[in-house]
Nanobody
Framework: QVQLVESGGGLVQAGGSLRLSCAASGRTLGSYAMGWFRQAPGEERRFVATISTSGGYTYYADSVKGRFTISRDNAKNTVYLQLNSLKPEDTAVYYC???????????????WGQGTQVTVSS
């Protein structure tokens, strides 16, 4: 069992940056592939980025490629999502998730955080 807690969300102007953190407790985070997903009001939860257990493999949704960066520090049991060049359409609740495989499918992740709100004003 692992518990995940996201932080770092907030209100930012278009073009700005934020860094989201996902801290784990319980089992060591290094045992899991990690993903970030987001959900805007009235929309389904969508894949953003994923990273392998070692951090050697990452994959991004086309909509964020080149602007967002996923990383992890297994010694600190934390995964990060750096959000740069933010756009109003990036506004959503951002969730981190832990699973066996770094994959885009939300239903393949076993553990989820409670989410952190990111709001980008135009």
């Amino acid at each position: 069992q692992v518990q995940l807690v996201e932080s770092g969300g907030g209100l930012v102007q278009a073009g700005g940056s934020l860094r989201l953190s996902c801290a784990a407790s319980g089992r060591t985070l290094g045992s899991y592939a990690m993903g970030w997903f987001r959900q805007a009001p009235g929309e389904e939860r969508r894949f953003v980025a994923t990273i392998s257990t070692s951090g050697g493999y990452t994959y991004y949704a086309d909509s964020v490629k080149g602007r967002f960066t996923i990383s992890r520090d297994n010694a600190k049991n934390t995964v990060y999502l750096q959000l740069n060049s933010l756009k109003p359409e990036d506004t959503a609740v951002y969730y981190c998730a832990a699973g066996i495989t770094p994959i885009i499918n939300a239903d393949r992740y076993d553990y989820w955080g409670q989410g952190t709100q990111v709001t980008v004003s135009s």
